[in-house]
């Protein structure tokens, strides 16, 4: 069974930091992974999608990579602000279903 | 091209009653499927729809039901509702096939008094 977990949980920089997130999983047969962010009682902003054959993606100031041998995937934050507040999600699609599997988020505060 | 929409924003019900969910696919997408999110935690997945018919569905008792219209929109329906069905609702479209990008929509906020 494909279990998603996140650290840290909660996160708190000043504005202009480098951040890294992690991303770890228990079975490593993934179709993709994808990285999202989810402000305060609203939906899903995909940010990043990393095919299983890849290793890493980029977004403007976002970094994502992807270690499918050791389950983990990690999503680097370059200067980050106080807009980037926000909690950031990681799902994980495996073989043979047709569901994300996401970890608990982790809480992220960027104050001026 | 239009983003997925979700109908209503929030809803208020209590326990026993019933209630439907929309969602809007986004354009050129043709499966739909719904989350459940309670507060803090990650999104659960309840089931999917492709071609009209459910095509994989999580750990959720029959209660919960849906249905795929030929313009690829998509109802989820809670009957009995329970204290613990108070959660948010997302769905999410995609392309058929394991390497689709999954796109959320904003979500339809329920409280079950």
């Known amino acids: 069974k494909q279990e998603v977990t996140q650290i840290p949980a909660a996160l708190s920089v000043p504005e202009g930091e480098n951040l890294v997130l992690n991303c770890s999983f228990t079975d490593s047969a993934i179709y993709n992974l994808q990285w999202f962010r989810q402000d305060p009682g609203k939906g899903l902003t995909s940010l990043l999608l990393?095919?299983?054959?890849?290793r890493e993606q980029t977004s403007g100031r976002l970094n994502a990579s992807l270690d499918k041998s050791s389950g983990r995937s990690t999503l680097y934050i370059a200067a980050s602000q106080p807009g980037d507040s926000a909690t950031y999600l990681c799902?994980?699609?495996?073989?043979?279903?047709?569901?994300?599997?996401f970890g608990t988020g982790t809480r992220l505060q960027v104050f001026p | 091209e239009t983003g997925v929409t979700q109908s209503p924003t929030h809803l208020i019900k209590t326990r026993g009653q019933q209630v439907t969910l929309r969602c809007s696919s986004q354009?050129?997408?043709?499966?739909v499927s719904w989350y459940q999110q309670a507060l803090g935690q990650g999104p659960q997945f309840i089931f999917q729809y492709y071609r009209e018919e459910e095509n994989g569905r999580g750990n959720f008792p029959p209660r919960f039901s849906g249905l795929q219209f030929p313009n690829y929109s998509s109802e989820l329906n809670v009957n009995a509702l329970e204290l613990d069905d108070s959660a948010l609702y997302l769905c999410?479209?995609?392309?058929?096939?394991?390497?689709?990008?999954?796109?959320f929509g904003p979500g339809t906020r329920l409280t079950v008094l």
């Open positions: 354009s050129g997408h043709n499966t």
């Open positions: 999410a479209t995609g392309l058929a096939g394991g390497w689709s990008e999954q796109f």
């Open positions: 990393i095919q299983s054959s890849q």
């Open positions: 799902a994980v699609l495996s073989y043979n279903t047709d569901k994300l599997i």
